[in-house]
């Protein structure tokens, strides 16, 4: 084989299935002029990180292959819906980096051609309002094994239907009592096809039309007719609708014209992620039994939630990469979402030093008064990003959990008689402990080695351990949120019999500390992203101000992922 038809060759092997299925689509010149898929988020909640993955996946593809994406508000259950929830969605989607065609569009704009198409369907003697019961309703469906019995009101004439059907519409005939329904195959083996519920009676109040109607379609009745009417051409959605796909179809093959595109229905997998729960119904509990501050907690698995974390949109579009696109359900590691902004991180966020837990250092033989300014490398993954000068006093705070009083012969941080590096700065000796009435240590008495400036031996001699520190003078105070997962279980929805997902909330996934931060950290902005040596990654709040400081904890420095993926190798 000569090299090229082998890049060609890797080239088909990377493609996923839907990017196969979208190029021989294209290779048929004239099916399409163009791709255009869409996003269409049920503005019921938040956006999270399952909506992420199809975000990157539906924009992604249509970026790849020079077409657009129309972002679609599927909002035709007009209880749950909410323009708080549509305006956050927009934001998450841009913030992730991608651009809708044109504006949003919503299904309720398309209420008047809904129901055109289901007048036509009247006509056709393929859909007929139906009065009976939910309870027989249910009975007369049949199961996935007993075929289903037609209703009683199935074989109505066509003028009766369109009359009730435009009563239902004016809010003439009371919810619950008719709904329209299509007629198809009451013995279909598939459940969804034993005429389906087109239109039903809702008389509340839509977020965008008000009250004009007082019927809504249902989402089989309006998602691939909404596709239809926008010219999509793949219509890319979730594994669940493998089923509905024959009703897609169906409804299409009586609605859709020649010469217009018809959309065509590809399932994946949904996003499952481990210690996570996704369902915004779920979610929107967590939120108002207040389990979380709000959607936008940094411990909710919301896009502004990571985004409120320090997650960046970059590292976000890297995991959804790197998990590709399933045909099969699964559970991905979250330890691989936070291997992704680690990594991201790493290139991008400054060092700084902070001190969570703090223990007063006084350093015996360095001057009382003096204060001097030491070089620090900002970013050791990256030069361009320079140095800055750290103050260093006679006082300075270490780490609790860096001093052993009784240390074992590993332990390589500070001890009575034990030296130790400040990172920068210089190498001290623990010589004396002070401790309260009490018997807490208050206070560590140490030296320094004015020949160790900069941390650099002056003789040979090694130290094993490098501490972080700040100089206690110059120090700003900040609250600090340091999380953990907001649930025990890898399964949050394994639970005992009688209990439901929230028995599963870690209790400690919030711990607030009070800490001590280097000067530099005085100006920084929401949303700015710094490494706080040996502790982790941590991003400024957006409710932090200059004069009250808040860090949240993206991650620690630990990766899990790594070091899985490490010694795995053969
Ligand atoms: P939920 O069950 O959380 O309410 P949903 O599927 O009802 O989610 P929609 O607003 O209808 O939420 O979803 C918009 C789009 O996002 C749909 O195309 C849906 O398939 C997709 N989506 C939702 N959850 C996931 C997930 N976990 N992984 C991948 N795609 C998802
Ligand atoms: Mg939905």
Redesign the pocket.
């Known amino acids: 084989m000569n090299e090229k038809s082998n890049i060609e060759k890797n080239e088909k092997e990377s493609l996923n299935f839907i990017e196969q299925i979208v190029e021989n689509d294209l290779k048929d010149t004239n099916k399409y002029k163009k791709i255009i898929t869409r996003f ?3 503005p ?1 909640g938040y956006l999270h990180i399952g909506h992420a993955k199809s975000i990157c996946l539906n924009f992604g593809i249509a970026k790849k292959y020079g077409g657009i994406t129309n972002l679609r508000f ?1 909002d035709t259950n007009p209880e749950k819906e909410d323009i708080e929830y549509v305006n956050s969605i927009k934001e998450d989607i841009k913030w992730l980096g991608f651009e809708w065609n044109d504006k949003p569009y919503y299904a309720s704009d398309y209420f008047d051609k809904l129901y055109e198409f289901a007048v036509n369907l009247i006509k056709q003697k393929k859909a007929y309002v139906c009065e009976l019961s939910p309870e027989e309703l249910s009975e007369y469906r049949g199961t996935p094994t007993k075929p289903g019995k037609p209703s009683p009101w199935r074989n109505r004439p066509v003028e009766e239907n369109l009359m009730l059907l435009e009563k239902m519409k004016n809010g003439e005939i009371d919810e619950g009592k008719m709904m329209l329904r299509a007629k198809i195959d009451m013995a279909s083996p598939n459940m969804h096809m034993r005429d389906p519920i087109m239109y039903r009676i809702r008389k509340v109040k839509h977020h965008r039309t008000g009250n004009k109607w007082n019927i809504y379609p249902m ?1 089989d009745f309006a998602h691939g007719q909404s596709d239809y009417i926008e010219g999509i051409t793949h219509s890319i959605c979730t594994l669940e609708f493998d089923v509905h796909r024959p009703l897609y179809d169906w409804f299409l093959d009586q609605i859709a014209e020649k010469g217009k595109t018809r959309p065509k229905q590809i399932e994946f997998a949904r996003l499952n992620l481990s210690y996570t729960i996704m369902s ?1 119904r779920k979610l929107l509990r967590l939120v108002k039994e207040n389990y979380v501050s709000s959607w936008d907690d940094p411990r909710m698995p919301t896009i502004s939630g990571f985004r409120r974390r320090g997650y960046t949109p970059e590292s976000i579009r890297n995991f959804a990469d790197t998990i590709g696109v399933a045909k099969r359900d699964g559970i991905i590691d979250i330890a691989l979402l936070e291997h992704s902004i680690r990594e991201d991180l790493n290139k991008r966020a400054n060092r700084v030093m902070g001190v969570l837990n703090p223990l007063k250092v006084t350093i015996t033989n360095y001057p009382k008064d003096k204060t001097e300014l030491l070089d620090a490398v900002n970013n050791p993954e990256d030069e361009t990003k320079g140095s800055r000068k750290i103050q260093f006093s006679n006082q300075i705070y270490i780490e609790k959990d860096d001093f052993m009083e009784n240390a074992p012969r590993k332990f390589f941080r500070l001890s009575v008689g034990k030296e130790v590096r400040l990172r920068y700065a210089y190498f001290i000796t623990c010589n004396d402990i002070v401790k309260d009435e009490n018997g807490n240590i208050t206070e560590l008495l140490c030296t320094y080695d004015p020949k160790s400036k900069g941390g650099k031996s002056p003789d040979g001699r090694k130290v094993k351990g490098t501490l972080h520190w700040v100089d206690a003078k110059s120090a700003v105070k900040a609250k600090v949120n340091l999380y953990d997962r907001l649930f025990v279980k890898e399964n949050p929805d394994d639970t005992n019999e009688g209990e439901d997902f929230t028995s599963n909330i870690n209790p400690n996934s919030l711990k607030v500390v009070d800490a001590y931060l280097e000067k530099s950290l005085k100006d920084a902005k929401p949303e700015d992203k710094f490494q706080f040596e040996r502790l982790g990654y941590f991003c400024l709040d957006k409710e932090s101000k200059n004069d009250n400081l808040i860090f949240n904890r993206t991650v620690t420095l630990r990766d899990s992922w790594a070091k899985m993926q490490k010694n795995n190798k053969p």
């Open positions: 269409p988020p049920e019921n599927d989402y915004k």
